[in-house]
């Protein structure tokens, strides 16, 4: 689920921002980097970004011509979480439809299990539609379901 991960990435920095002493400079840089990791989001070979936990080298910046801003690259490193196949997981139903049941999980918010995977359930349609076996358990909206994960999908 969790790894860890060393990245470079580029960082930039505006003028206002730099002082002599490098104290506001470092805290700038490493606001724009938090930014600049939140907003990305995710990718397709790490998954979802979750912490940046070191900040390990700040290079010597470039100024740009046009705008005056500083480009520092810098390498640090993160915890991204991402499901592999084989993996045990566990996730929250959200939503409940008579071919299967989406979970989240973490970051991830559209963990599909197909009915074909609960064989011994049963849909029973409703205002509040439920999966249920002969033994009355339940799989409804706010239930905690353990899977195995069988295939990734990145959209």
């Excluded at 400079?25 to 912490?51: H, M, N, P, Q, W």
């Excluded at 196949?85 to 559209?110: A, D, T, Y």
Aim: charged content about 25%; some cysteine.
């Amino acid at each position: 689920m969790f790894i860890k991960v060393k990245l470079q990435w580029n960082v930039m920095i505006a003028a206002k921002n730099m002082d002599a002493k490098g104290l506001i400079l470092k805290r700038a840089i490493l606001v724009e980097l938090l930014d600049a990791f939140a907003s990305k989001k995710a990718t397709k070979e790490l998954g979802y970004y979750v912490a940046v936990t070191n900040l390990d080298k700040t290079g010597e910046g470039k100024i740009r011509e046009h705008t005056g801003e500083v480009l520092f690259p810098v390498v640090f490193r993160g915890m991204p979480f991402k499901i592999f196949k084989g993996e045990i997981i566990h996730g929250v139903v959200h939503k409940v439809l008579n071919h299967g049941v989406f979970m989240r999980c973490g970051p991830i918010e559209n963990v599909y299990l197909s009915y074909t995977k609960m064989p011994d359930y049963k849909y029973i349609p409703g205002e509040n539609p439920i999966f249920m076996n002969n033994k009355m358990s339940r799989i409804q909206v706010e239930t905690t379901v353990r899977i195995l994960v069988i295939e990734t999908k990145w959209m």
